[in-house]
T-cell receptor, first 114, second 112 residues
Framework: GNSVTQMEGPVTLSEEAFLTINCTYT??????LFWYVQYPGEGLQLLLK?????DKGSNKGFEATYRKETTSFHLEKGSVQVSDSAVYFC?????????????FGGGTRLMVKP | SQTIHQWPATLVQPVGSPLSLECTVE??????LYWYRQAAGRGLQLLFY??????ISSEVPQNLSASRPQDRQFILSSKKLLLSDSGFYLC???????????FGDGTRLSIL
């Protein structure tokens, strides 16, 4: 079956540090890949997505590149802010017609210190 | 634009009591609808999904049930809550296959 593996948190960084949150996946075919962000006490928000190999998703300074050869979709940001403190979820969606079933990773908590 | 509403935002219930959480979507028709549970400090678990009125698929056998009485309404229910039902419940919708899911703000359920 499909699965998503994320690095365990929490990840603690100082403001303006470089961020990488690793995500690797197992899936048949060519899934779409997503990063979601969950701020404290809120639901999940779509942060960025990529639908095919070598696509780069980007939003709010965050980037992730769909690497089929390494089955990875690592999230990066060049300079984090305190407001980026949240839980980040990597997810995949298989490209089939059986509904849109997301498989989530376990989430990685990011804490940014001023 | 599309919006998704969940209520209540917070709920405290005694063990053995019934449950009804409601989720509605506006601004779209025939969405796929989903219920997830997030236990404290853990990832998301898909509970139910629906691709149309009256069509419910259960991912995990449990004490909960779901119904979709209208196109844009998705209800999560239980006849008798257990302590293990505590958690953060999230409703989501998507337009169709391969489209991202959009989440509500969640309901925090505490069972006493």
């Amino acid at each position: 079956g499909n699965s998503v593996t994320q690095m365990e948190g929490p990840v603690t960084l100082s403001e303006e540090a470089f961020l990488t949150i690793n995500c690797t996946y197992t899936a048949t075919g060519y899934p779409s890949l997503f990063w979601y962000v969950q701020y404290p006490g809120e639901g999940l928000q779509l942060l960025l997505k990529a639908t095919k190999a070598d696509d780069k998703g980007s939003n709010k300074g965050f980037e992730a590149t769909y690497r089929k050869e390494t089955t990875s979709f690592h999230l990066e940001k060049g300079s984090v802010q305190v407001s980026d403190s949240a839980v980040y979820f990597c997810a995949l969606s298989p490209n089939n017609n059986a509904g849109n079933m997301l498989t989530f990773g376990g989430g990685t908590r990011l804490m940014v210190k001023p | 634009s599309q919006t998704i509403h969940q209520w209540p935002a917070t709920l405290v219930q005694p063990v053995g009591s019934p449950l009804s959480l409601e989720c509605t979507v506006e601004g779209t028709s025939n969405p796929n609808l989903y219920w997830y549970r997030q236990a404290a400090g853990r990832g998301l678990q898909l509970l139910f999904y629906s691709v149309g009125i009256g069509q419910i698929s259960s991912e995990v056998p449990q004490n909960l049930s779901a119904s979709r009485p209208q196109d844009r309404q998705f209800i999560l229910s239980s006849k008798k809550l257990l302590l293990s039902d505590s958690g953060f419940y999230l409703c989501a919708w998507s337009r169709e296959s391969n489209q991202p899911q959009h989440f509500g703000d969640g309901t925090r359920l505490s069972i006493l």
